[in-house]
């Protein structure tokens, strides 16, 4: 049979064999406490990641939102200004059809004075000789014929005869008609409003 002394020696190893395992516990307990704060940090930085990953895509969108907007804006006046073009190449049209007319005439009329230069020179050199040989020939006539001009220039000064129309009359050309153009606050610069972002305070990192 095992002696006291060899009782009491084996109470005593039991007794610091639990002291130990105590000791163990409370280490574990410790660890298990710390590991929770860890994981209540890495927890709370997961829900932060989350929010500025949440933020972020608001700001996505809302650039994405802002850049169609600006898109539909340069389409519209991309097509104002292929309007606009248009319009100018029908004004072009018509102008070009005008400078012709203006170069038809003005060659018809430069060709029509020089023929017309030719004869009226003729005929004042014949009305001049004509003139001389009959106020020779009858210096009464002659008399009464000037004396009948002042008369008909006297009675023109007070009664002008009607004038004579012009032969020449331009023709119209087709002119475009005008077209509507938007209000330019419809075109002004698209001007979208800086996103706002709430920034948060970061946490301090796990030891």
């Known amino acids: 049979m095992p002696t006291i002394n060899e009782v009491w020696e084996q109470a005593l190893l039991i007794n610091a064999n639990l002291a130990t395992l105590h000791n163990d516990q409370v280490d574990l307990k410790n660890c298990c406490a710390l590991s929770n704060q860890r994981l209540a940090a890495l927890d709370a930085g997961s829900h932060e990641t989350n929010d500025w990953l949440e933020d972020i895509r608001q700001v996505l969108g809302e650039g994405f939102t802002a850049m169609a907007t600006g898109i539909s804006g340069v389409q519209a006046r991309q097509d104002l200004a292929n309007q606009l073009l248009l319009h100018l190449s029908e004004q072009q049209r018509t102008v070009i059809c005008l400078l012709e007319q203006i170069a038809d005439n003005t060659c018809q009329l430069v060709n029509q004075g020089q023929r017309q230069t030719l004869l009226q020179n ?38 002008p005869p009607r004038p004579v129309e012009d032969p020449c009359r331009p023709a119209p050309c087709a002119r475009p008609s005008a077209i509507d153009l938007p209000t330019p606050k419809e075109y002004e610069g698209y001007r979208a409003d800086p996103p706002k972002v709430k920034r948060r305070p970061r946490q301090e990192k796990l030891k």
């Open 122 to 159: 003729g005929i004042h050199e014949g009305m001049q000789a004509v003139a001389h040989m009959y106020a020779s020939a009858n210096p009464d006539a002659a008399l009464h014929h000037q004396r009948a001009e002042e008369q008909r220039r006297k009675l023109e000064k007070c009664c």
